[in-house]
């Protein structure tokens, strides 16, 4: 922003008749022709610089509301919009997920970024993401975690949530979900917390991470009965050294012999295919994407049968020096196939979001080849694969 100030300029000017040189109203400089011209040389500098430092902002309009076309009611999308700061980008990235097919979008609503200081909230770019997400017809299901910094101790990791602060992701949570009643329904409580770096710098915790999860659950539910609170988003490992990972199968068994079953309505899973193609058959010992079947035997074993899974991330990276990536065609392949594994087998899942749609940025890291979207908006192959088998556009 630039502030606008008004200079006195005195001049001489000749007035008609006389012949004489009269100084105008009480002036502060005498001004020549030739100062003339330097000041006017000078005010198109200044307008100059202020057009392309700070160019304007194109106009954002919600817009009117939208429908999603396709032949797949399960089909989902992990958008990151995090950090995106220009609306107009938020409001083409869910564009391009309307028309790709895919009516559900799972997005990450930072607890950091929403009351930076204790019982201060400011929900305005999440009401923004959610606001475009809903004028294009997509049903949004918010992760929320990271802790702000009045929450834990001076250069603790970001995700680092201490027993004493439950109650107040807790209290976050259920303003949420107040604040976004009728418009966001699924919230998801963290993410990967059997993985140390998700579970701040410790080792996991199930019996931790399901009193947290119980806390938020009562407060989500007395905000908005309404609100479906999803559980788990356990990463797929077959790690249990009890210090970086825990099986994400022994993880769901401990909960539920924490007593996790009463406090969540569906379990929210991670279907990563590595290697695999989509129809590989699931088994205790390998990372695939039918691995979310022994999630499920999981919840069906503990009277769970009724609850519904939602797949809010997974897929498969093309990175052509990754030791877990395929090649481009096979992610194609792969991915359309877990689509329709998704909707015509698993009448269990409600919905099969990849992992992910598009970054604000080059990660310059295996990151990138996740992506359906470049930064700029050019598609890949991938989605122009799934928006073909979803819509039936050419």
Not at 252 to 273: C, K, N, Q, T
Request: aromatic content about 12%.
């Amino acid at each position: 922003m630039f502030a606008q100030r008004v200079v006195t300029v005195a001049c001489l000017c000749e007035l008609p008749g006389d012949g004489q040189t009269h100084r105008s109203a009480p002036t502060d400089y005498a001004v020549t022709s030739m100062s003339r011209r330097r000041l006017a040389l000078l005010v198109i500098t200044l307008l100059a610089v202020v057009v392309f430092v700070s160019p304007p902002q194109p106009l954002v309009y919600v817009g009117p509301q939208q429908i999603v076309n396709t032949n797949n009611p399960k089909a989902g999308v992990h958008t990151r919009l995090t950090d995106e700061v220009e609306e107009w980008k938020i409001q083409r990235s869910l564009q391009m997920v309307r028309e790709m097919g895919a009516p559900w979008v799972v997005e990450y609503f930072p607890w950091a970024y929403s009351e930076p200081r204790r019982g201060v909230y400011d929900f305005r770019h999440a009401d923004t993401v959610v606001n475009h997400a809903r004028a294009q017809g997509l049903t949004v299901i918010a992760r929320i975690d990271l802790v702000p910094d009045w929450a834990r101790p001076i250069n603790t990791p970001s995700q680092l949530l201490g027993g004493e602060r439950f109650a107040d992701y807790a209290s976050f949570v259920a303003e949420f979900a107040r604040h976004f009643r009728g418009r966001v329904q699924y919230i998801q409580i963290w993410n990967e917390p059997n993985l140390t770096n998700e579970w701040g710098g410790r080792a996991p915790d199930p019996a931790a991470y399901t009193r947290l999860l119980k806390l938020a659950y009562r407060r989500i539910k007395e905000a908005n009965p309404d609100a479906v609170v999803l559980a788990g988003a356990l990463s797929p490992t077959l790690e249990s050294d009890g210090v970086r990972a825990m099986d994400d199968l022994h993880y769901l068994l401990a909960m539920y012999a924490e007593g996790a079953r009463d406090s969540f309505d569906a379990l929210a899973i991670h279907a990563y295919g590595r290697k695999s193609p989509a129809d590989e058959p699931p088994a205790i010992a390998a990372i695939n994407f039918r691995r979310a079947e022994l999630l499920r035997d999981i919840m069906v074993q503990n009277g769970d049968e009724d609850k519904a899974a939602f797949v809010t991330e997974g897929g498969w990276n093309d990175h052509p020096r990754w030791a877990y990536a395929v090649s481009p065609s096979q992610r194609v392949q792969y991915t359309l196939d877990a689509y329709q594994i998704a909707l015509r087998d698993w009448a269990w899942c409600r919905m099969f979001a990849p992992w992910a749609f598009r970054f604000p940025a080059e990660q310059h890291s295996v990151q990138d080849y996740f992506s359906f979207v470049t930064p700029q908006f050019l598609p890949k192959p991938i989605y122009d694969a799934v928006k073909r088998a979803n819509t039936g556009a050419p």
